[in-house]
């Protein structure tokens, strides 16, 4: 079990989930969450893969958590998925009907889809922060996060083509919404070919980029302090009508927001605003 560790003034004993190959801490109110496979390029094989669920899962119960920082260690965010997996998939589906053999390999890559799919149904922000390699499965991950940083030698790549696939886990679905640019985002996919930070900055891809790998650490996590100093409940609510605007029209969006609003807006947390704004003074909000 990997141990998480709780610094600043609340001293709480949390709860985490076990995990192999991923680090998770909570600095203040910042989670912060490493692939930790660094003599492997942080290859995602399957703990990763089910471990980035529970972490993720971990966080959004969890009250003091209020922001999250996916990062990983050593020379590169990650290799991608780890070919050793793809390869001890037969085993998993073998089936004397090859029907119920298809059926077991969907159910599989649906399951793959949803550990990614929880970055999104994490209500707390997920801020990525890459540097070196983010290849074919790490393209993947970091499209389900609610903001992407790079530092300047970061390299980015859908590499699936390259191994006579699909990418079938979010990429070709989240990442033509990222960018607006459907032309690039084919180019990409149909080529397997690298792109640096600076291309993924032009095409909106990531945030910004960091002049080195200490800037991007010092600089995402400051940013995730940002935005867990703001009100936890006007962040979840601010989250959840982004990604429903995103799949809906306008005027459902609009619809949704009137709702959430209706139900959210007469909060303490407006209330601190208007109390300790109006006299120069920071306000604190509840978990």
């Not at 119960?61 to 920082?69: F, K, S």
């Not at 790998?213 to 979840?236: F, N, Q, T, W, Y």
């Not at 799949?247 to 300790?276: F, R």
Request: aromatic share 6%.
């Amino acid at each position: 079990m990997q141990p998480v560790t709780i610094r600043g003034p609340k001293m709480r004993r949390m709860n985490p989930p076990i995990l192999d190959a991923l680090t998770l801490s909570l600095d203040g109110p910042v989670a912060v969450l490493s692939l930790n496979r660094p003599d492997k390029r942080n290859a995602m094989h399957w703990p990763i893969w089910t471990g980035i669920r529970d972490a993720m899962q971990w966080a959004d119960r969890t009250p003091e958590v209020r922001a999250v920082v996916l990062r990983g260690e050593g020379a590169h965010f990650t290799a991608g998925i780890d070919l050793a997996m793809m390869a001890g998939l037969q085993p998993q589906i073998a089936d004397d009907c090859e029907a119920r053999m298809r059926e077991k390999l969907r159910s599989l890559i649906l399951d793959l889809q949803d550990t990614l799919t929880s970055l999104e149904r994490c209500r707390k922000p997920v801020l990525a922060a890459v540097h070196g390699y983010c290849l074919g499965g790490g393209i993947d991950l970091i499209c389900a996060a609610d903001m992407r940083y790079a530092s300047n030698d970061a390299q980015f790549a859908i590499k699936e083509i390259d191994i006579g696939m699909v990418a079938d886990v979010g990429t070709l679905q989240r990442l033509p919404k990222l960018v607006g640019n459907q032309g690039w985002v084919r180019e990409l996919a149909y080529t397997g070919r690298m792109f640096g930070a600076a291309e993924a900055a032009q095409q909106g891809f990531v945030t910004r980029v960091f002049d080195s790998r200490e800037a991007l650490d010092e600089g995402v996590m400051a940013l995730a302090r940002s935005i867990a100093s703001k009100s936890p409940l006007s962040i979840r609510g601010s989250k959840q009508a982004l990604n429903y605007a995103r799949d809906h029209s306008v005027a459902d969006g609009l619809d949704q927001i009137a709702t959430w609003n209706s139900a959210m807006l007469l909060s303490e947390d407006l209330m601190a605003v208007m109390m300790k704004g109006g006299k120069g003074e920071t306000p604190r909000f509840k978990d």
